[in-house]
Every structure is written in C-alpha cells, then in structure tokens.
C-alpha cells in the first residue's frame, strides 16, 4: 500500500497535482497489518469509514453503511417531483424514463464497485417497486406481482441492474493500459494476513461469482 501511494504521488506530480495530506485518510480492510502509510514523511490518519464521492465507505468493505443514507435521499428525490407521477397529461413511459434517469440514478450512485449483501439488494429493491407502485398509483388493497409489475415498467431486478452496471465498469476498467491504477486494482492483493473467521465478501470475489 505504501509503494502504491508512493506511485500515486509521483503520478500527479507529473501534471502539477498534489495530494492534500490533510484530505486523505487510510482505511484497513479486514487485515491485522498495523504498518502505517506515509506521504511526504507525513503519517496518513487511520479512519473506519470515510465519505468518498457522497457514497460512505467503511472498514467492513461492503456498501451496508450507505444504502439507508443512499435511500433517503433517493426518497426525497423521489418526493420532490410527486407532481409529475401525479401527472395525468404525462404517460408512464415518460414517467418511468424520469424515474430512471432522476431516482435510480442517485440510489445505484457508485453502486458498481460496491459488495454487496441478499439483505442490501432486498431494501434497494424495495424501495424501486414501493416507487413503481406509486407511479402506476396502484395502492392497497390492489396488488400486482412484482415481475408484471418490471414487465409495464420495463425494469430489470435491482439484483441484474446492479451486475449490468459492475459488467460495463469492468469493461472500462480492462480497458485501460496495464499501468493503470484502475486495473491494477481488480486484481491487487493488499499486505499482510487477513483476520481470523471467515473470508469476508469482496468485488472480486463477486464478480468470479457473477461468470
């Protein structure tokens, strides 16, 4: 980790950036290495989560810390343009493209290169049918199964959103050249050994599991 943010240093310095020692923290995940990080001679503080691009990142590696935050703010997006899926001029085309594009956008935010959990994917899935429902104004005691009711909206299963998205990351990321930070990091190992118990859940591991 040290030799890599030694790397990242180097490589800004050569396009006149510098790293704010101040802005940057370290984050261990699931391993008994104690060895701290330095840069510039300066020791990086140690942190169990940290906020990196409005999504929250935690030691625990997974996104079970963000999803309640990620849903709030995806209900009160959701909340704020009650007008349009009140609309009766506007049809439900239109109404699931604005949904897609203003609602689902801020909930799967980063969602891409996130673990994820059955009890993450069930909450997220949730709150994209309680959506649905309301845009089709389907209330109870009315019901409807949830696979007609991502036939009339045209949607996949958060659980396939999610997968489509980490598909066309990966394919991005394989792209680049074989230097690339972003490379390197599907198949980097960090230091030292891991803590005792069972292998905690990680991208890669994901992604072996999705071929």
Not at 23 to 44: A, D, M, Q, R, W
Not at 94 to 111: C, D
């Amino acid at each position: 980790m040290q030799i890599n943010t030694a790397s990242v240093a180097a490589v800004s310095a050569l396009v006149n950036l510098k790293i704010h020692k101040g802005k940057t923290s370290v984050l261990k995940y699931n391993t008994e290495n104690t060895n701290t990080i330095t840069l510039s001679g300066e020791t990086l503080e140690d942190v169990e989560s940290f906020a990196y691009l409005r999504r929250i990142i935690d030691e625990q590696g997974g996104s079970d810390t963000d999803v309640k935050p990620r849903i709030g703010k995806a209900t009160t997006t959701f909340l704020q343009l009650k007008k349009i899926w009140n609309s009766k001029q506007l049809s439900t085309n239109i109404k699931v493209t604005i949904f897609n594009t203003n609602v689902k956008t801020v909930l799967l935010y980063g969602a891409e290169t996130c673990t994820t959990t059955t009890t993450i994917i069930k909450k997220v899935q949730a709150f994209i049918n309680s959506c649905l429902r309301k845009i089709l104004n389907i209330h109870w005691p009315d019901t409807i199964s949830n696979g007609i009711l991502w036939e009339r909206t045209n949607q996949l299963s958060a659980e396939q959103e999610i997968r489509k998205r980490r598909w066309k990351w990966i394919g991005h990321a394989l792209r680049k050249s074989s230097n690339s930070i972003t490379r390197q990091a599907l198949t980097w190992n960090p230091e030292g050994k891991r803590k005792r118990g069972r292998p905690k859940n990680t991208l890669r591991r994901e992604i072996e599991a999705d071929m």
